[in-house]
């Protein structure tokens, strides 16, 4: 028998062997670049690229979320998507100029796409800065497998899941300048990797709050295999319905319209210098402190920063103390966020204030007042803690700060509630 010869043998076994695995590396091949042979025929253009997102043009929200999914068609998925300005009206009409998603084609319904391929994807719908009507310049979409899966398993969320790349994350960490003494929250939590992370890597104490169960367990898988449990917390609750006062860091991945709807809460319920963080997107009137850019495979991710601050509307009574003698002082306070504006009366000289700024609870300020035998403009820096103002005061001009007048005032009057945080 020709093959029991051992020499045939072990050449048949070898011959199997490498046809076996050249079968396999081709598979391997095959698997890692579906169509390549075809390709190599004949190259289809390649898929639209979404542009590199720049400023919007005017404030107005896009949003493509697995609740507005509403029918489905065999194994295709109808999408309806939804612009608002920055009023909160829905912006009627295709706008032009549109770069849809790869696979999903635009149907005869309003605001409607069509996309046949299933699964799990999130995706940008690019709109040109030129657009009519125009519109914010990117939205995030998500897909999920099913809309009569959605039925079951999906909650009515107000942002649709789409995590944070780690590089915006650890751009939001450091900007909130997270310690091992804040308590973190992260309202709309995903799959954790925003708060674990927070407490993972800079010991902080952190809460997660979605209101989807499928996320809230794997960001309790995420805790665990970063062996964090014991510095977090998971509430599956409606972030609207949470209390999140406790929080010295708030972290946000939502929309424009929800930030919105949560400013005022926001504003009234966190302790003064509370940092919020917010990837993407603003605050509407409500300026940032600060804002950075992260980018990533030619898209920019935009990093807003800001400080809660103290409330000082209302009017201050005290007094300043120059030359050992006490000068009676009034503060009458308006305020807008971190900006206040208003009088200051100095012994018998009022005056307008001037670059009024609040940085948490640490509040400045520049107004003339009597000097000596002159009008010298001053500048008052100092603390409020609720109704107390301690502060001092020096001239504008010294910018060293070598002569400075000590001064304290109380508020004795005040609106109900801050009047640019009201619902
Ligand atoms: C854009 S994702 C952000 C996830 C995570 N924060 C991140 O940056 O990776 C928004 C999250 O908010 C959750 N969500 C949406 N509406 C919510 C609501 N009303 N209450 C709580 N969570 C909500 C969604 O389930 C989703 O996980």
Not at 13 to 27: E, G, Q, R
Not at 381 to 404: I, K
């Amino acid at each position: 028998m020709p093959i029991a010869h051992p020499v045939r043998r072990k050449f048949a076994i070898l011959v199997a062997l490498s046809l076996s695995l050249a079968l396999a590396s081709a598979c391997r091949a095959g698997a890692a670049a579906p169509g390549a042979a075809e390709n190599q025929m004949d190259s289809p253009p390649p898929p639209p690229r979404a542009t590199a997102p720049t400023r919007p043009v005017v404030d107005i929200e896009l949003s493509i979320s697995p609740s507005r999914v509403f029918h489905q068609l065999g194994d295709t998925v109808a999408l309806r998507w939804e612009a608002r300005d920055s009023a909160g009206r829905v912006v009627e009409g295709v706008p032009s100029k549109l770069t849809w998603p790869e696979g999903a084609e635009p149907t005869d319904e309003p605001n409607t796409f069509r996309l046949t391929r299933l699964g799990h994807q999130v995706f940008f719908l690019t709109a040109d800065p030129d657009a009519i009507p125009p519109l914010a310049t990117s939205a995030l979409v998500t897909v999920v497998e099913d809309a009569s899966d959605l039925k079951h398993r999906d909650p009515d969320l107000d942002v649709p899941f789409v995590p944070t790349a780690m590089e915006v994350v650890d751009a939001m960490l450091e900007y909130a300048d997270v310690q091992a003494d804040d308590i973190v929250y992260d309202l709309g939590c995903g799959d954790g990797r925003l708060f674990v992370t927070a407490a993972a890597r800079h010991g902080a104490a952190a809460v997660g709050v979605d209101l989807d169960l499928r996320r809230i367990i794997e960001s309790r898988q995420r805790a665990m295999d970063d062996g964090v449990t014991g510095r977090v917390r998971f509430y599956h609750a409606d972030l609207f319905q949470t209390d999140f006062h406790e929080a010295s860091v708030l972290l946000m991945y939502l929309l424009p319209s929800v930030n919105r709807a949560l400013r005022p809460r926001i504003l009234r319920n966190m302790q003064p210098g509370s940092r919020i963080v917010s990837h993407d997107f603003d605050m509407g009137d409500w300026e940032p402190d600060g804002h950075r850019e992260v980018e990533i495979r030619e898209l920019d991710h935009h990093v807003f920063f800001w400080i809660v601050p103290a409330w000082v509307e209302g009017i201050w009574q005290g007094e300043v103390e120059v030359e050992g003698q006490a000068v009676p002082l009034r503060l009458e306070l308006s305020q807008q966020y971190q900006k206040a504006a208003g009088h200051l009366t100095w012994g018998e000289h009022r005056s307008e204030i001037a670059m009024a700024h609040l940085t948490g609870d640490r509040f400045e300020f520049h107004a003339r007042v009597p000097w000596g035998d002159d009008l010298e403009r001053v500048h008052v820096v100092g603390t409020v803690a609720e109704q107390d103002f301690s502060a001092t005061a020096a001239r504008a001009a010294d910018e060293q700060r070598e002569v400075t007048l000590p001064l304290k005032a109380q508020r004795i009057a005040a609106p109900a509630s801050p009047s640019y945080a009201r619902e």
